[in-house]
């Protein structure tokens, strides 16, 4: 992990870009992070939009977690977002999806699997490798959670890395129906968002993934309005649902 | 109001008995609270168990609300429970229910109708003469909100009483198919508790429930677990819902 760039804000907070490997990322340190005071960590999983897109929303959140509640926070690059090389297989995926929605067709799991699986193949071992590095910095201690982003990612990531503590996930996106059987092998504690209205996202679908998951304590947090509508006050929601299960 | 009894608690909050006319209540506020800096007001509602029998639980929530967030709170008994007289409609519509369940047959309006109606409408007209009351307290300002109890209660009270400001309700009881068209004119902002594996109460018609209400913010809350399994988190999440709409 190589730090590439650093900013001090007044609230405190330390940002910096890093990267590992090929894959960009940035971190977010409160001030009274140290070595002899290490804090816990936040993972932000990111859309599949390009960091650069969703800087200034993920910043915000990161910012506020570390600045408000002392958590560390860190987010990575997706595959073939950003600047990162383009994936022939999901560009083509990608392409599918767009020609069946403006033929408005449904979207069933022929388009969403090719869609979603891939990427999470990819993302889980890199993230997973990302949190290896993160580990390893004298201010960071632990526990672990994961936020956001593509909630198949969460999912799979909640499922096979026992350092993940608790989970905020969106349900915002196409779930394969492979992810369902995973999402019951899930058992940390989770918040989940949906929005109620949510044009890019089937409801009855996110129900039904919300009484999938196999955590013993869930809770399921949904909001009047479409996909980019999620409410500010949910981030400090997350905050405490994060207190509650990482101090 | 006639104020029956009064007790301080070491975190500074005030319990008083009350009764208005023949219906007793309590009313906690806040050490902090005085004529020269009156507090908000939330009104906790009642299951229709009797007070003596969820004295503990209504009463940490609302020293919580008093102790923590500078918060009045206040309930009084329903009709028909606790000490006060017995109603022979609704005794006769709790029997039909018992008998309904104990031979496993659905929960139907004709069932449902006659065991909450005449409640809301007796409740209704109470709770609003005690708001009358309660803001003629010099300690207490507004604005005011809702939480709590027998829902249709809530819908009633949140649609016809302006001075009602946001709610939050506990999909856990039965609601009559009429009182979906009340839930459309409640425009306030609400957080709804649902409880996912909740034996009295059917999912899909709270999920229904949550849909029909008119207000543009509204947070479905739903937590794994039966009735009474309401988690502890929740009561700190509704008093940052009160904070953002009643400071």
């Known amino acids: 992990m190589h730090f590439t760039s650093e900013q001090r804000f007044d609230d405190g907070v330390l940002e910096r870009e890093f990267t590992l490997g090929e894959i960009p990322g940035i971190l977010w340190t409160p001030g009274s ?11 932000i999983g990111l859309p599949p939009l390009g960091l650069h897109k969703v800087y200034s929303r993920v910043a915000g959140r990161a910012r506020f977690y570390a600045a408000e509640y002392g958590f560390a926070a860190a987010t990575i690059e997706l595959p073939g977002s950003g600047e990162r090389p ?5 560009e083509q995926a990608r392409a599918d999806l ?3 929605m403006q033929a408005g067709e449904p979207i ?12 999470v193949d990819l993302a889980v071992p890199e993230w997973r490798a990302t949190l290896d590095a993160l580990l390893e910095l004298p201010e960071i201690g632990g526990p672990v959670a994961y936020e956001g982003g593509v909630i198949s990612i ?9 350092r993940i503590a608790a989970a905020a996930l969106f349900a915002g996106t196409f779930v394969p129906a492979a992810m369902f059987e995973e999402a019951r092998r899930v058992t940390v504690p989770l918040q989940v968002l949906l929005q109620w209205d949510d044009e890019a996202n089937d409801r009855q679908a996110a129900l039904d993934l919300f009484d999938a998951f196999g955590s013993k304590e869930k809770t399921l947090h949904a909001n009047l309005g479409g996909h980019t509508g999620v409410p500010q006050y949910e981030v400090d929601a997350g905050a405490r649902f994060f207190t509650r299960h990482l101090k």
Chains 1, 2 share one sequence.
């Open 108 to 119: 069933g799991d022929e388009i969403v699997a090719p869609l979603v699986l891939p990427l």
């Open 98 to 100: 767009r020609r069946a």
């Open 154 to 162: 969460g999912i799979r990531l909640a499922a096979v890395d026992p």
């Open 33 to 43: 992070a140290s070595a002899s005071a290490p804090v816990p960590l936040i993972l």
């Open 86 to 90: 383009r994936l022939a297989a999901l």
